[in-house]
């Protein structure tokens, strides 16, 4: 099994910056995506930003510009670096790993199992 630690949330002002962090560990895995989930109030879990093992990358619309998704190498601790954060960046953030047993599993995308963080509130407001 993996386990996922998240840090780095808080309150900031509108504008302001922060940075979060994932570290993954437990299993040993092959292939995996690494990202970046939030969530509101009455609205439905949304991808902020992806992570491949090869470092493509994905981001949502919505933070195009202002956030950015970095991984080490090895990829065993995920960053988000938020800048000019607004009120409507307020959510749960979620840290996920979808994981393969194998090279063939991540090549064919068999047999994969996501893992969730345990979120970390992220506040912007004044």
């Known amino acids: 099994q993996v386990q996922l630690v998240e840090s780095g949330g808080g309150l900031v002002q509108p504008g302001g910056s922060l940075r979060l962090s994932c570290a993954a560990s437990g299993a040993i895995f092959y292939g995996y995506t690494m990202g970046w989930y939030r969530q509101s109030p009455g609205k439905q879990r949304e991808m902020v930003a992806t992570?491949?093992?090869?470092?493509?990358?994905d981001y949502a619309d919505f933070v195009k510009g202002r956030f950015s998704i970095s991984a080490d190498n090895p990829k065993t601790t995920m960053y988000l670096q938020m800048n000019s954060l607004k009120p409507e960046d307020t959510a749960v953030y979620y840290c996920n790993i979808d994981i393969y047993e194998t090279e063939t599993d991540y090549r064919d995308d068999i047999g994969r199992r996501s893992y969730w963080g345990q979120g970390t509130q992220v506040t912007v407001s004044s």
């Open positions: 992570i491949t093992r090869e470092g493509d990358i």
